[in-house]
Nanobody
Framework: VQLQASGGGLVQAGGSLRLSCSVS????????MAWFRQAPGKEREFVAA????????YYSDSVKGRFTISRDTAKNTVNLQMNSLKPEYTAVYYCAAKRGYFPSAYSTPGAYTFWGQGTLVTVSS
């Protein structure tokens, strides 16, 4: 399974960006999907997660109400709509996937097996 993240860039504070993650390879079956981010000098942190059918979504407190995670199962993509961006959101954003059941530890990087290469989001003040 390969994950390809895209959509990052430079945006002013208060602006919006939409990240996409395409899943290719052995895509049959259910996958839990998530977005994490990692700022320079900091640990990778959870942003959002979604169940395989999109029926349930989860967010970190810092992005709740600003970000929306969604998925298109037919196209094997997961999107992250980011609104009202803040400079502290500047980071490399990674998409992640786990085959099978949705993990109870969905907010921890170790719960996911597959990772994309990351896309840089820079929010200027």
């Amino acid at each position: 399974v390969q994950l390809q993240a895209s959509g990052g860039g430079l945006v002013q504070a208060g602006g919006s960006l939409r990240l996409s993650c395409s899943v290719s390879g052995r895509t049959a079956g259910n996958y839990a999907m998530a977005w994490f981010r990692q700022a320079p000098g900091k640990e990778r942190e959870f942003v959002a997660a979604i169940t395989w059918n999109g029926g349930n979504t989860y967010y970190s407190d810092s992005v709740k109400g600003r970000f929306t995670i969604s998925r298109d199962t037919a196209k094997n993509t997961v999107n992250l709509q980011m609104n009202s961006l803040k400079p502290e959101y500047t980071a490399v954003y990674y998409c992640a996937a786990k085959r099978g059941y949705f993990p109870s530890a969905y907010s921890t990087p170790g719960a996911y097996t597959f990772w994309g290469q990351g896309t840089l989001v820079t929010v200027s003040s």
